[in-house]
């Protein structure tokens, strides 16, 4: 049974820092490129940051370049977003996603999300 499971989620103020992981179990981590959504209120849900399998290429959403890292630990199976200059519109559940790539291509797990909420 694949599982994801977030944490670090919180209250920050604006400004502030926060690091989510995303610890999984029951797959072949180094099988998934990785990366964090987030669902604000009345909105979709929107990637902000990737990985690939191996770690070696990353991408972001534009609202998030030069504030957050995401970066992953195959030997711990777990994937993290470190989330600096943090502001109040970063507020939302934020979702660890799993997607197979070659021999495990076409599956896509989520996990339950982790709230952030940034406010004075």
């Known amino acids: 049974q694949v599982q994801l499971v977030e944490s670090g989620g919180g209250l920050v103020q604006p400004g502030g820092s926060l690091r989510l992981s995303c610890a999984a179990s029951g797959l072949t981590f180094s099988g998934y490129a990785m990366s964090w959504y987030r669902q604000a209120p009345e909105k979709e849900r929107e990637l902000v940051a990737g990985?690939?399998?191996?770690?070696?290429?990353?991408n972001y959403a534009d609202f998030v370049k030069g504030r957050f890292t995401i970066s992953r630990d195959n030997a711990k199976n777990t994937v993290y977003l470190q989330m600096n200059s943090l502001k109040p519109e970063d507020t939302a559940i934020h979702y660890c996603?799993?997607?197979?790539?070659?021999?495990?291509?076409?599956?896509?797990?989520w996990g339950q999300g982790t709230q952030v909420t940034v406010s004075s």
């Open positions: 990985i690939t399998n191996t770690g070696g290429s990353t």
């Open positions: 996603n799993a997607r197979g790539v070659l021999l495990f291509k076409n599956r896509n797990y």
